[in-house]
Structure formats: C-alpha cells, structure tokens
C-alpha cells in the first residue's frame, strides 16, 4: 500500500501544482483583460480631450475674426485714393492685442487666450498676426509692397496637443 500512498501523494502534489498554474493563468488573464480595459479608456478620454481641443480653438478662432472684422480697414476712414491709406512699412505697433485701432495694427501682434476647459483646467492657446497688402492676380491673392485697397490677414493659432490651425482672410476698403 506504500506504493499506492507514494503515487497518490504525488498526484496530489501534481494536482495541487497544475491548480496553481491554472489559478495563476486566470489571474493573468484577468489581469490582461483588466489592463486593455483601462487603456481603451485612456485612448477613449485622450480622444475626448483632442475634440475639447479643437473645439475650443476653433470657437476662439470665430470669436477672434469677429473681433477683427469690428476694427476699421484703415486709420483712414474714406480714402480719395490708395496712397491715402497706411504704408507697409507703418503696420503693426499696437500696444495690446486689444487696443489695435484697426486692421493693420495687428500686424506682428502675438496674444495668449487662456480658455476654460470642460475638465475646469485652462487651455492656453497662442494667436498671432500678419497684415499685408495684396491684390488679386490669376484668381489668387498675392503680397505686394504697395498700398491697395485690400489687406491679407492670416491669423495662426497654437495651442495644447499640437493644435495648430492658420486662416487667412481678404478685407476690403469701405467703398472700394
């Protein structure tokens, strides 16, 4: 019966050893399982945040070109001709962001809008300016050193995650 005590003894040792392999395995498995859960949703929230992202730069972007398109062409309210309007070489130079007293004032002008996220944290996201003179050539604007009676404004905007987004808007002498 030794015999048969020694065989039984090491099947229960086989058995309880292949129990603990098996009970390790589903512990692994679970453990896999519950990892690729958190990170579907790590990728499901990063995703929702790039959409905040973009969100909130594109209403800043519609807010900013409304603010603009408020701003005179020119300091020159009614021009006899185009050589009446601001030189080139006279653009930029406003003070803030806020204080340009018109269109070409922007010129060069840099701000940073801090913007409330739907998380409650701020979102910075950085605005800058260029103002030229452009004429139409071929159905395509071009940039050219003289006075004319329309200013390009391309407004870049930078912000969290790598959001980058450049437009550019053609403005029109009033009466021309």
């Known amino acids: 019966m030794g015999c048969a ?5 090491q099947a229960l040792r086989v058995r309880a050893a292949m129990e603990r392999i098996l009970a390790l395995a589903a512990l692994a498995l679970a453990s896999l399982l519950n990892f690729n859960t958190h990170r579907a949703d790590i990728e499901v929230g990063q995703d929702l945040m790039a959409e905040e992202i973009e969100s909130l730069g594109g209403d800043l ?4 070109f409304e603010q603009i398109a408020a701003l005179p062409f020119d300091a020159v309210a009614q021009p006899a001709s185009a050589n009446d309007l601001t030189g080139p070489a006279q653009f930029g130079g406003a003070a803030s962001w806020d204080v340009a007293t018109d269109l ?4 060069g002008a840099t701000v940073t809008r801090r913007l409330q996220g739907a998380s409650g944290g701020g979102l910075d996201y950085t605005l800058a300016a260029e103002v030229a003179y452009v004429e139409k050539s071929g159905g395509t604007w071009r940039e050219v ?19 980058a987004a450049t437009l550019t ?8």
Not at 5 to 9: K, L, N, P, Q, V
């Open 5 to 9: 005590d020694g065989e039984s003894s």
């Open 61 to 64: 972007i519609q807010s900013t």
């Open 145 to 163: 050193p003289r006075r004319t009676y329309f200013k390009r404004l391309t407004l870049t905007t930078t912000g969290p995650d790598s959001f």
């Open 169 to 176: 808007s053609v403005y029109t002498a009033e009466g021309q």
């Open 104 to 107: 070409d004032d922007l010129d």
